[in-house]
């Protein structure tokens, strides 16, 4: 764990970064702001949601109903689906809410991060470890009960990886976004293989490299964002030891290109049939708004482009995961 002792929190300076990646106002409450904001309606459920980052395990959620259908070659039952998204949702939320406990101290030092439930002192150390431990528990054990011991397992690796790996690594080399982007493709596998996908199949593996390099573009835009609340805080990422926005530009160009030739493949792996073509000039048509955003942000990195490069990510990956997954039915 961080030794919380050699971070000491400092009030986190108010900046002109917006203080959540979906606002757009340049307007940030300063932690003494935000703390009262919090106070004012106090809500134990939402923290614990809030604990969870419920927003990227929405998305999460979104990736392994895809795979799953993909890896179970059709629809899949109600109590399937539901039992999956059940387990998937607690083990990426307790891999969320670890990384929150890791992080408590040194969370306090970003205005984006500061108000979160535990650096805000809402939610106390031992329930918060009581909680992550219960969803990482029950989670696995709903995904091995029901699908198996590989799913299971995939999500477990997750909560290693992005727990015990990535998340120490953030504060020691920029290098950690290529680890967090292993654990945040890793996901796709529980559902793919949850459904009959084999471990080992190619499809299940582009998929991986459709989540892996989409996550490029989707970070350097926000790592250009928060860029001085990572680098005041002592973070490692790409945009604070390369300051100029060039590497995380062209991070992003290359993980677009990557994603469409991984998109592509999606479209012509299982064999050729009248849809294949559509499919694949969908995934190009799809991910184009998100290549020509990384280009231009790579041209001129400012926070304009970084934010018109990030909505795009959001809007690209499920457009691509709904295409490919509509190939599985022509
Ligand atoms: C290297 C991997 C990744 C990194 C470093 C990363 C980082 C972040 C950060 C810092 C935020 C802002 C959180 C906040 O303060 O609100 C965020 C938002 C988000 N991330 Fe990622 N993320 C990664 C991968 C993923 C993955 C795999 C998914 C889901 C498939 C995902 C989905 C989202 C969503 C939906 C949001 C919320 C955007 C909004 O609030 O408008 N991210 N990400
Ligand atoms: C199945 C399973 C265990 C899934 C969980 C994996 C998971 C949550 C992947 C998200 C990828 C990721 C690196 C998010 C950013 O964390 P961050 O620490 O950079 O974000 P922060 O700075 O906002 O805390």
Request: net charge positive; with cysteine; proline share 5%.
């Amino acid at each position: 764990m961080t030794n919380a002792s050699a971070i000491k929190p400092i009030r986190a300076s108010a900046s002109k970064e917006p203080t959540r990646v979906g606002q757009g106002s340049a307007e940030v409450l300063d932690r003494s702001q935000s703390n009262a904001k919090a106070k004012a309606t106090p809500s134990v459920f939402r923290d614990y949601v809030e604990l969870t980052k419920p927003r990227i395990v929405t998305m999460i959620l979104v990736t392994t109903t895809a795979t799953a259908i993909i890896g179970g070659g059709g629809l899949i039952s109600m109590v399937d689906w539901l039992w999956l998204m059940l387990g998937t949702a607690a083990i990426s939320g307790s891999a969320g809410a670890a990384n929150q406990i890791w992080e408590r101290v040194i969370d306090c030092n970003m205005t984006r991060t500061a108000n979160r439930p535990l650096p805000a002192s809402r939610v106390a150390l031992f329930p918060a470890v009581a909680y992550t431990a219960a969803l990482g528990i029950g989670g696995s054990a709903i995904l091995w009960s029901m699908f198996g011991a590989i799913p299971a397992i995939a999500g477990i690796a997750t909560w290693l990886i992005y727990v015990l790996v990535y998340t120490p690594m953030k504060t020691r080399t920029a290098w950690n976004t290529t680890v967090g982007a292993v654990a945040g493709a890793l996901p796709v596998l529980i559902g793919y293989t949850a459904m009959g996908g084999s471990i080992t199949g190619v499809s299940g593996w582009l998929l991986f490299g459709v989540l892996a390099t989409w996550q490029y573009p989707h970070f350097m835009a926000i790592a250009w964002m928060y860029r001085h609340q990572y680098d005041a805080a002592g973070f490692k990422m790409t945009t604070t030891v390369e300051p100029t926005g060039r590497s995380a530009g062209w991070q992003s160009i290359v993980g677009s290109l990557a994603l469409i030739a991984c998109g592509v493949a999606l479209c012509f792996i299982d064999g050729f049939s009248w849809f294949a073509i559509p499919a694949a000039i969908g995934v190009l048509i799809a991910t184009v708004p998100m290549l020509k955003a990384s280009i231009q942000f790579t041209k001129s990195p400012d926070d304009g482009r970084a934010r018109k490069l990030l909505r795009s990510s959001l809007l690209v990956l499920p457009a691509v995961l709904l295409i490919v997954t509509l190939r599985v039915f022509w």
